[in-house]
């Protein structure tokens, strides 16, 4: 397809970057700390790191691998944590040694757990003692050799860590009891990796840098290859895009989406650590309040989030209060953000929400709109640099302009298959070299995309497709709504009929309310036939709703 989104492209992002200027993760690493040494690199819970006290931390991990356990290069290291600074000490650790990390869901069930940890193949953990219990149901059924645990206070430094500690374990009662036999305590692990000396490793592009798991919400969890040239060339992409926006060594951006997750990983660990920029990890951003009390404590130059996180912060009263003056970029990923939400974010925070896209398969970032962009548009954006497009039809066959299809992407920063599953793998790729998302798009004369929905999400009502997303944003910007999803179920009359599930904000809106407001924006066919107010819509930890869950049916308890 003719690159004709270049016409729109920000002043100063080339069409295409330089992948090569790091040749792994542990090189940019190791520039970064170099360069910002005495920087803060990261905050949690007022604790905080420098860059140079990054680097001796993660070398001692890194040397308790090598020396203490003598793990060769290319052993999985699972991290199985919130934002905590223990995951960027890990993580930095593992990726420096040659290792390759395995990022593992803190909220897995046993089951879930037993399969990403069987099917990646790794030998080595570090769990937080809160989810202890659930390795210890089926650790004896794993290849796991080596265990390390650690608490919630284990770096803030004492007394605040046997404060955090006590009231965790004894006062909130956090920590179920566990017993891992030969369990070693994260502290001990970095003592005993003080002992000895970081031995440098020969990394390269196409080493494995991490397995990424996907797809657990549409079926069994594949583990995603990300090589370390993959996640280089996409924080080369990102950075690109904002450069013009930022000032290296004063970015302060706030973290509230989990480390583990592909979006807050790529986009804020690595990307800003590129700049020397202070990570705010925030452990749980679930706790809106206290998230907001934390916002209050710095005056933060970005943030990035989910469509449902930047929902409920809008709905704090506390948030409107905060200073946004240093603010300048907003970023929403990982599902559609809603028009309703971006206008009263631009509202309170003076700043637009801007849109990306992306998947854990392509590192994850193809698309992001403008950061000036004045006003919210609808679209993913435009395709980060050295990024191809192709919108496609069943049959594989390019469309044109306006035209609907699949989503389709060719870069550098796209993975190269899933881990030991060729078939899965070949599914997943055109004869000539794209990935296939999944998601319907279409491409405007100005280069913009838009997502329709995901294929499997689309509604058929008589013959006409309804796409859940257009639906969900009209009722979202019914001032009594506070969430909305739409799904599909079987009609006796038209095949399928719209449902939604709506958490109210208004408790007296009623379903006339919203059939009446929604008749005014969507056309017969596309108005909700069936609505049904739920308390609170059921979500995976980064903060997607589950569309799969309602279409299974009430929780327990329900009807």
């Known amino acids: ?37 005495e920087n803060t690199a990261f905050v949690c819970m007022g604790k905080s790191i420098t860059y140079a006290e990054l680097d001796r931390l993660s070398a001692q991990f890194a040397a308790y691998l090598q020396c203490e356990l003598g793990l060769p290069v290319g052993t999985r290291v699972a991290l199985m944590m919130p934002n905590l600074l223990q995951y960027p000490v890990a993580m930095f650790g593992a990726l420096r040694a040659g290792y390759t990390v395995v990022n593992v869901n803190p909220l897995y069930t046993a089951r879930e757990l037993e399969h990403q940890l069987k099917d990646s193949g790794a030998e080595v953990i570090v769990i937080l003692e809160n989810f202890a ?14 265990v390390v645990v650690t608490s919630l206070g284990a770096m803030l ?21 566990w017993q891992l036999s030969g369990s070693v305590d994260f502290a001990a692990v970095l003592r005993q990796g003080s002992r000895h000396t970081l031995k440098p490793v020969e990394v390269g592009h196409d080493d494995i840098a991490y397995l990424q798991y996907t797809g657990g919400t549409t079926g069994v969890a594949k583990g995603a290859v990300l090589t370390h040239g993959n996640i280089v060339a996409n924080l080369q992409q990102a950075h690109a895009w904002i450069k013009p926006f930022l000032h290296e060594g004063e970015e302060v951006i706030i973290t509230a989406l989990p480390l583990y997750h592909i979006f807050s990983l790529t986009a804020n660990c690595l990307t800003f650590f590129k700049i020397g920029a202070t990570n705010v990890l925030i452990t749980n951003p679930r706790d809106i309040p206290g998230f907001v009390k934390e916002l209050a404590k710095y005056r933060f130059t970005a943030i990035t989030g989910v469509n449902t996180l930047f929902n409920a912060l809008l ?30 974010w631009k509202k309170i925070t003076g700043l637009p929400l801007i849109e990306a896209y992306g998947l854990t398969e392509t590192s ?196």
């Open 157 to 177: 430094g004492f007394p605040k860590s046997a404060i955090v500690n006590f009231v965790v374990r004894r006062i909130k009662k956090m920590v179920p009891s």
């Open 1 to 37: 397809m003719e690159k004709i989104w270049l016409k729109n492209y920000p002043a100063g992002v080339p069409a295409e970057v330089d992948v090569h200027e790091f040749s792994s993760l542990g090189d940019l690493f190791e520039q970064s700390v170099r360069k910002f040494g």
């Open 315 to 344: 709905n704090n009263p506390d948030f409107a209060k905060l200073d946004f003056s240093a603010l300048r970029i907003s970023l929403g990923g990982g599902m559609s953000v809603q028009q309703a939400v971006a206008e009263k």
């Open 133 to 146: 219990h659930t390795l210890q149901q089926v650790i004896q059924r794993l290849p796991l050799k080596h």
């Open 364 to 559: 994850p970032a193809v698309t992001i709109n403008p950061l000036d962009l004045p006003e919210f548009n609808h679209a993913i954006g435009l395709p980060v640099p050295s990024t191809e497009i192709s919108i496609r039809d069943d049959d594989g066959v390019e469309q044109p302009v306006g035209m609907r299809g699949e989503l389709c992407v060719r870069g550098p920063q796209v993975t190269r298959g899933y881990w030991n599953r060729p078939d899965d793998t070949a599914r997943a790729f055109t004869a000539d070299g794209f990935l296939r998302t999944g998601d319907i798009a279409v491409i405007d004369e100005q280069g913009f995309i838009r997502i329709v929905d995901r294929k499997k999400d689309m509604i058929l009502v008589s013959g006409f497709n309804v796409y859940p997303n257009e639906v969900e944003d009209v009722i979202a910007s019914h001032p009594g709504v506070m969430e909305v999803a739409a799904i599909g179920v079987p009609s006796e009359h038209s095949g399928e009929a719209v449902k939604v599930f709506v958490v109210r904000k208004d408790p007296a809106l009623t379903e006339a309310d919203l059939r009446a407001f929604c008749r005014e924006s969507l056309t017969g066919y596309k108005v909700p036939h069936l609505i049904e107010f739920r308390e609170e819509l059921p979500k995976t930890n980064v903060g997607k709703i589950l569309r799969r869950m309602l279409r299974e049916g009430p929780p327990p308890g329900q009807s």
